[in-house]
């Protein structure tokens, strides 16, 4: 069994929809962190959460700490938000999702 | 600030060889990573370091690898001998501090292809 959950694993959205990717952990941890992956690879750190909500531009990121669970939101989407994003948590250890593949088409 | 550079950023050997990827963090963060991607297992976690002291080494895979952190200003992780299953990119992140303390910064990735 995974530590760390995330759903859906494949996405596929029409541009300006509003779009949600979910994270479960089975874990105690001190910070949740999402991350996002382009297509060349590199790895950008999008949100670090140890409660509550953030905002950053379009991009929302929710946690709930008493149901283990995390959503990452993305306002009006745009092919450029096509990237892997990767759900991760500290605690004792680091876990990692697997990661959902989002694909926004113009 | 130039953020986490890593060097290669490929590298191509035949197995049996020994590997060494370079790190350089951004200057003033206190922790390292090193993690390994694959396309089957995904991110994994193989070390990290706090004010250049192992702390968790528990994903390193086998005693072929090892990590080093000299100085804050760097570090290596090499493989001796390298095999074809090591073939992964391989990232190094460091943990901000002050007000970005707990973010993480990646590199750009060191892709290795052992033959």
């Known amino acids: 069994k995974n530590e760390v959950e995330q759903s859906p694993q494949n996405l596929t959205a029409q541009e300006g929809e509003f779009i949600t990717i979910n994270c479960s952990y089975s874990v105690g941890i001190s910070a949740l962190h999402w991350l996002q992956q382009h297509p060349g690879g590199g790895i950008v750190s999008l949100f670090m959460l140890s409660s509550g909500k953030k905002k950053h531009g379009r991009l929302i990121a929710t946690i709930n700490i008493q149901e283990k669970h995390s959503s990452l939101h993305i306002t009006a989407s745009h092919p450029r938000d096509s990237a892997v994003y990767i759900c991760?948590?500290?605690?004792?250890?680091?876990?990692f999702g697997t990661g959902t593949s989002l694909t926004v088409i113009p | 600030d130039a953020g986490v550079i890593q060097s290669p950023r490929h590298e191509v050997t035949e197995m049996g060889q020994e590997v060494t990827l370079r790190c350089k963090p951004i200057?003033?963060?206190?922790?390292l990573f090193w993690y390994r991607q694959t396309m089957m297992r995904g991110l994994e976690l193989l070390i990290y370091?706090?004010?250049?002291?192992?702390?968790?080494d528990s994903g390193m895979p086998e005693d072929r690898f090892s990590a080093k952190m000299p100085n804050a200003s760097f570090s290596t992780l090499k493989i001796q001998p390298s095999e074809p299953r090591d073939s992964a990119v391989y990232f190094c992140?460091?943990?901000?501090?002050?007000?970005?303390?707990?973010?993480?910064?990646f590199g750009e990735g060191s892709r290795l292809t052992v033959l």
């Open positions: 992140a460091t943990g901000g501090s002050g007000p970005k303390a707990g973010e993480l910064f």
């Open positions: 200057s003033g963060h206190n922790s």
């Open positions: 991760a948590v500290t605690g004792n250890q680091f876990y």
């Open positions: 370091f706090n004010n250049n002291v192992p702390i968790d």
